[in-house]
């Protein structure tokens, strides 16, 4: 099934940085596609990407439409791989444009009923770390917190550091927004570890999220200096179009006024603030 995630992958990236005199051109290409195309699933994936498209353009009534006749389509293609992709990308739909994370919750368990069906250990391990992605949308940090750990299990038994090192900060997080700083370092320090491996072909936003995390930890166990350290650390590896660049300087900025410098703090608080519309409750 990797030819359809990479085409799939190649039309949204691609509808997301066309300028806008060249949407019109866009779409109407995309829909010639959708009308004469007769591969059943290429068909579904073209609505899947027009439904995308229009959650880039904000218009929320027709993308859902469109992601919805994606899944209807799919329906005629005998095929639990292809369907429990489709499945996946709806409930990133749902999840990624805050429309409605209870669908997003009912439609993850609609994939990892797919792939236990199918027997995929590597797919059901990802299904129930989009499921804990999802619950951590609905700040249920428990349930966030379970499906994060059985993921982490199969993903180290498959040797996959990457998506462990994914769960082991999503774990951490989720002890952070709970306010347990000694449990979330347990998988930060263990993240920390995997990145110090110095991996190629990782992105450079895993080290401004970790190092985050670790210096968040620190800062509610009132190590200042060792959270300045870390998110010092994080801020080295911050991109300006990455979309973990307020971690940092929230970090900077809570720290700074915790330590009585609040021309500092404003300083990086305003940062965060213009850097990200989307910042989690609890960061800032």
């Known amino acids: 099934m990797k030819k359809p995630f990479s085409l799939l992958l190649f039309i949204i990236h691609f509808s997301f940085f066309i300028h806008c005199s060249a949407q019109n051109r866009f779409l109407d290409s995309l829909r010639t596609v959708i009308k004469e195309e007769k591969q059943d699933t290429n068909k579904v994936l073209s609505v899947m990407s ?31 791989k292809f369907n429990a992709s489709i499945l996946w990308w709806q ?3 749902y999840m990624l444009n805050n429309i409605n994370y209870q669908k997003s919750l009912e439609l993850a368990f609609s994939v990892l009923k797919l792939d236990e069906k199918i027997g995929d250990s590597n797919q059901i391990a990802r299904s129930w770390g989009l499921i804990a992605s999802v619950y951590n949308n609905l700040e249920d940090m428990d349930q966030c917190i379970y499906y994060n750990k059985k993921s982490r299990i199969f993903l180290k038994r498959l040797n996959d550091l990457q998506s462990v090192m994914k769960e082991d900060d999503g774990i951490g997080y989720a002890y952070i927004q709970l306010n347990m700083p000694d449990s979330a370092l347990v998988y930060l320090q263990e993240s920390c570890s995997l990145l110090n491996t110095k ?6 936003s895993f080290y401004t999220f970790t190092y985050y995390g670790m210096g968040k930890a620190n800062y509610q166990l009132g190590n200042l200096f060792i959270a300045m350290a870390y998110y010092k650390k994080s801020y080295e590896y911050v991109r300006p179009y990455d979309r973990y660049v307020y971690l940092s300087n929230a970090g900077l900025g809570e720290l700074y006024n915790a330590m009585g410098n609040r021309d500092s703090a404003i300083i990086y608080y ?13 960061y800032l």
């Open 50 to 80: 027009l439904g995308f498209f229009y959650a880039q353009m904000k218009n929320t009534d027709s993308s859902e439409y469109y992601i919805n006749q994606a899944r209807d389509l799919a329906g005629s293609v005998k095929n639990d």
């Open 91 to 93: 409930t990133a739909y």
């Open 199 to 204: 991996p190629k072909g990782w992105d450079t």
């Open 270 to 282: 305003n940062k965060a603030l213009s850097g990200t519309t989307k910042t989690k409750k609890g």
